[in-house]
C-alpha cells in the first residue's frame, strides 16, 4: 500500500501520534490536528488531566492554536483531523469555527455527538473510519489499564 503525503491516512497517523502523547501521560489518548492547504498548522492531544479543565480536548486545543495561526476565529478552509469521534462540545466548536472538513478514525458510541444528530456546520464534510482499528486500540489499552 503507498501512502499518499496528503491523504487523509497520512493526517490521522499523525493525530494518531498526538493521541499516544495523551497515553504516555495517563490522558484519555485521543489526538487531532489541524491542515490548511496540505499543512499541518495545529497539533494536540487531550490534556483534561494536566491542565484540570473539562474542555482541554484534543479538538478543542487543535481549534484554538488553529485559529492563532490563521488569525481568525473561522476555519473555513480547514480539515480537523481526529482519532475518535468528536463529542458535543467539540462538535459545536467545529460548527462555529466553520470547518471545512471533520475526519476521525474511530466512533465513540457513548458520548459521540453523532449520537445526537449531525451538529456540524451545515458546509462542514464528514468523513469517518479513517485508520477505525488503530484509534479504537489506542482507547482499548487506556481503559483497559485504567481496570487494573
Known sequence: ?????????????????????????????????????????????????????????????ALTAAANFVGNKYLADCTLYVTVEPCVMCAGASFWAQVQRVVYGAAEEKRGFRRYGNLLHPRTELVTGILPGECAELMQQFFLRKRK
Open 1 to 61: 500500500m503507498t501512502l499518499s503525503l496528503y491523504s487523509d491516512e497520512h493526517y490521522m497517523r499523525e493525530a494518531l501520534k498526538q493521541a499516544r502523547y495523551a497515553l504516555a501521560e495517563d490522558e484519555i489518548p485521543i489526538g487531532a490536528v489541524v491542515v490548511m492547504d496540505k499543512q499541518i498548522i495545529a497539533r494536540a492531544y487531550n490534556q483534561t488531566e494536566k491542565l484540570r479543565d473539562v474542555t482541554a480536548h484534543a479538538e478543542m486545543l
